[in-house]
């Protein structure tokens, strides 16, 4: 009995260890994790539950599943349209972005096509169909400055250098390298050196090489058409100094002229004939060469050594009619107008039409007014002037003026002086103002003789003879 009792109570006290253990589990898990506990309240809450309250839970419970369920569903909806709506503006953008291409290309295909037309009509000297497709490409594609560029020089061969420069203007906005604003400015120092506008050409031929390649084929043709302002205008020195610009980059024979020819209208004839000579070494074919030589020679006083490079010149080959036309000025140089005239004569039955000026010239020389005019009427009846170059054609209508005061036609030598000033050659300028003052002069159009005469004291302070007629012109038109 003491065992069994023993043992009872050996199995109550073992009970009551693991009822204690429990209740310590039980507690330790409600407080790491509470929602254990209340899970466990709600489990034992729905056992005691009603089945109507259940019903009505499990009632909600589906409403809320459906709603879940339908608002899924609606997100779902609305996410496939989003979706179908990006791939719809997607394709409308890829369709755009087709079309706009191919019009672009179409466009550049197409301005480029004119332009191409436009470039081949311009060597070939159709301008006028020059002008025609580079307007056409413009009308495909505004924005290329290269199209205005080209537009611009096929209105200067047509000499309408006001619209030239109005589509250089234009574009300068449209230019976008270094190549183009050197085109584009290049183009406007052309038209305004055309315009006898000296001082804006320089200036645009500046810009043109402050953005151009140091050696360049652009570079060196612009510092050439510089060089040709600067000595329009009277600007000798800079003009000698862009020539050894020139020479700088390509030494040869023509440039060396140049510049001699720039030394000699400084006076300084010393470099001239440094250059000169320098010129016939690398070019032994020069008729111009070497009778600017002999200018400077027979300036220095060296008149042998002056009349030996004209004899030289004559021992240079070739039968065309400009060598027969050469070679005809160098006798006339060594006044003999005998083998002159033969020389000139010649050369114009090979076609060469300004021979016609050096056998007027002859007759000038001698007096023969009669003789003079009727050479000079030939050259401008055949001739066309339009193509000749300024300097030619300048002096051409000067020594017809000549011809005309000499026979005391002053309608027509007014005429003939007033044609040869819109060529803007400097050389040939000063005889054409001072002629055209004489001229209205003589038919008595003082206003127009004293406008002259003023505009010709300005440009040419040092002519003594200018100055006397215009002080004579400005008390004539004062009293």
């Known amino acids: 009995m003491a065992l069994d009792d023993k043992n009872i109570r050996k199995k109550k006290n073992l009970q009551s260890d693991r009822g204690s253990e429990k209740n310590r589990i039980k507690n330790i898990t409600s407080k790491v994790h ?111 400055a290269d199209y205005f560029v080209h537009l611009g020089m096929a ?16 574009a300068e906005s449209a230019a ?7 085109n584009l400015n290049r ?35 612009t510092l050439y058409y510089k060089a040709e302002a600067e000595q329009k205008s009277g600007d000798y020195q800079a003009a000698v100094q862009s020539y050894g610009q020139i020479i700088d980059l390509k030494d040869d024979a023509g440039t060396r002229m140049l510049r001699g020819m720039a030394y000699m209208q400084i006076q300084d004839y010393a470099s001239a004939e440094k250059d000169l000579y320098a010129a016939i070494d690398q070019s032994r074919k020069s008729y111009s060469i070497y009778r600017t030589l002999y200018s400077a020679l027979e300036a220095q006083g060296k008149d042998d050594e002056a009349k030996q490079v004209l004899n030289d010149a004559l021992g240079l080959s ?36 300004a021979a016609l000026l050096g056998l007027g010239e002859i007759a ?41 005061l ?12 007033e044609s040869g000033l819109t060529y803007n050659d400097r050389e040939s300028d000063e005889a054409l103002s001072f002629n055209l003052i004489i001229t209205y002069e003589h038919l008595e159009k003082w206003e127009d003789a004293y406008n002259t005469a003023k505009a010709y004291a300005s440009k040419y302070p040092d002519d003594a003879n200018g100055q006397k007629e215009y002080l004579f012109l400005q008390s004539r038109v004062t009293q």
Not at 155 to 170: M, T, V, W
């Open 176 to 182: 976008e390298n270094d190549d183009q604003k050197v």
């Open 155 to 170: 209105y200067i061969e047509q000499k309408s250098y006001d619209e030239a420069l109005g589509y250089f203007n234009q």
């Open 406 to 417: 000499a026979k005391g036609d002053y309608e027509n030598a007014a005429k003939a002086c």
């Open 318 to 353: 070739g039968s065309s009619g400009e060598d027969y036309f050469n070679r005809g000025m160098i006798y006339m140089d060594l006044q003999d107008d005998t083998n002159a005239s033969d020389m000139l004569n010649k050369s114009y039955d090979k076609g060469y039409k």
């Open 34 to 144: 509470p929602e254990y506990a209340a899970s466990s309240n709600r489990k034992r809450s729905s056992r005691e539950l009603s089945e109507e309250e259940k019903e009505k839970r499990a009632q909600i419970a589906e409403v809320r599943r459906r709603r879940q369920h339908q608002e899924r569903r609606r997100k779902i909806i609305q996410r496939r349209k989003r979706q179908r709506a990006l791939r719809i503006i997607a394709s409308c953008l890829i369709v755009v972005a087709l079309v706009v291409t191919a019009f672009m290309v179409k466009n550049y295909n197409s301005g480029s096509r004119h332009d191409n037309k436009g470039l081949n009509a311009y060597e070939n000297g159709d301008y006028e169909t020059a002008v025609n497709e580079f307007k056409e490409a413009i009308s495909y594609d505004g924005n290329n």
């Open 187 to 221: 183009g406007r120092g052309i038209a305004c050196l055309y315009q006898g506008n000296y001082e804006d050409a320089v200036k645009w031929f500046n810009e043109a090489l402050a953005v151009s390649s140091q050696s360049n084929d652009i570079r060196i043709d």
């Open 364 to 404: 000038m020389n001698q007096k023969d007014y009669d003789t003079a005019l009727e050479e000079y009427t030939r050259f401008f009846d055949e001739a066309d002037v339009k193509s000749l170059d300024a300097s030619l054609a300048a002096k051409a209508y000067n020594e017809y003026a000549v011809c005309l």
